[in-house]
């Protein structure tokens, strides 16, 4: 319970600090855009005095870079105290290029302010928006990364793949089933290749686990197309009887079918 406590008291002080760094930016927008808000009426007496006065006292407003850099510091505390997700792919690539977009868009478009006021006013602040979002976006996720241990896979399932067949190998009597896996960050289509299926197979697993419908009905409808003889003792009946008599009906439609014959026998 402590834990948890202690865990909301910091996500407050993490959405504090950003909402401070928002703020920042505000107050960055109403500074250096002012003549925009002045000609719309959009100011307020008491904002000025205040203002005027952090300018008098510690210059806050001396260079744009000042308010820039201190809204930039608290949005990296809020980012590197808050908790990424997990599952989420995230790469340093990403990570680099949002944040020099971000950076260039907020620190390199002061240039925009010397164009007439209504241009200067759009293209600053959104500028100055698009690029806060950006360092926001490339925070998190290196926060991400950081908490993480720089894995992308958290489980170690990825660390722990490696390269299966990929090559199909059939005779005519193999049993050949298709899987999917992971293998370096990416996924592949591979073969289970049984080349010798008279060696005999077990497959085990929990109920529900897909032995049937990922072996079994394979091992079905490939042996019936090759022409096996099969004894199939249904447990659930009609279940695997069904796929083998359908299968069986498909395969009969072809023209180089040989005589096929289907026996039920069903004990209740």
């Known amino acids: ?18 909402a401070v760094s ?8 109403y500074w250096y855009c002012y003549s925009f808000f002045l000609e719309r009426h959009w100011t307020l007496p008491l904002i000025n005095t205040i203002l005027w ?8 407003f001396s260079h744009t870079l000042y308010t820039k850099v201190f809204a930039v510091i608290l949005l990296a505390l809020s980012c590197l105290g808050t908790k990424g997700v997990k599952n989420e792919k ?3 690539n990403k990570i ?3 944040l020099a977009i971000g950076f260039v868009l907020f620190f390199f478009n002061t240039p925009f302010l010397k164009l007439p006021v209504e241009p200067a006013a759009f293209f600053y602040i959104l ?16 926060s991400r990364l950081l908490k993480d241990n720089l894995m992308d896979d958290v489980f170690n399932i990825e660390n722990e793949s490696f390269m299966q067949e990929v090559k199909l190998m ?15 960050g990416k996924q592949h289509d591979g073969w289970i290749n049984i080349v010798n299926p008279f060696r005999a197979t077990i497959v085990l697993g929990t109920p529900g686990s897909g032995k049937s419908y990922a072996i079994i009905n394979n091992y079905i409808k490939q042996h019936i197309e090759k022409g096996f003889s099969m004894y199939i ?11 083998a008599y359908n299968h069986l009906l498909c395969i009969c439609k072809m023209p180089e079918c040989v005589t096929h014959n289907f026996h039920c026998r069903h004990k209740f």
């Open 170 to 184: 059939e005779n005519e009597y193999s049993v050949n089933l298709p899987t999917k896996f992971w293998y370096q």
């Open 1 to 18: 319970m402590q834990g948890e406590d202690d865990l909301r008291g910091l996500a407050k002080i993490m959405g504090f600090m950003r």
């Open 127 to 142: 500028t100055l928006s698009l690029g806060w979002i950006a360092l926001m976006v490339a925070g998190l996720w290196m």
């Open 90 to 92: 995230i790469t340093w």
């Open 22 to 29: 928002i703020l920042l930016v505000l107050i960055h927008f």
């Open 53 to 60: 006065n952090f300018q008098k006292t510690v210059g806050l």
């Open 96 to 98: 680099c290029t949002v």
């Open 233 to 243: 003792y249904d447990f659930k009946f009609d279940d695997l009887s069904t796929i």
